[in-house]
């Protein structure tokens, strides 16, 4: 079993920032053969769309609506992904899940709410 754990969400104000924290635990075996971590977003009546994603080797990827404001990065050592929010707005307001996937399968955190206040 792998288990994701958020940590880092809450209240600011627009211009604000906020960085979330995703660690991984339990078995070294399949944590070792997670690749790709990313993290998600889903606001109220909106479907959840990809925020950013880091392959093991450090390639990132994001979505328009963040770049140049979001930075994802991973400390591979510690089993734990990072996404760090400046300029916040408060579209931004979402529930933030990370996601591991890895050969065979995928891992879900339960998501920790990032409220951006005008």
């Known amino acids: 079993q792998v288990q994701l754990v958020e940590s880092g969400g809450g209240l600011v104000q627009a211009g604000g920032s906020l960085r979330l924290s995703c660690a991984a635990s339990g078995s070294a075996f399949l944590i070792n053969r997670i690749n790709n971590m990313g993290w998600y977003r889903q606001a109220p009546g909106k479907q959840r769309e990809l925020v950013a994603v880091?392959?093991?080797?450090?390639?990132?990827t994001y979505t328009d609506s963040v770049k140049d404001r979001f930075t994802i990065s991973r400390d591979n050592a510690k089993n734990t992904v990072y996404l760090q929010m400046n300029s916040l707005k408060p579209e931004d307001t979402a529930v933030y899940s990370c996601?591991?996937?890895?050969?065979?399968?995928?891992?879900w955190g339960q998501g920790t709410q990032v409220t951006v206040s005008a």
């Open positions: 996601k591991a996937e890895r050969l065979g399968g995928n891992y």
């Open positions: 880091i392959q093991r080797g450090g390639t990132t």
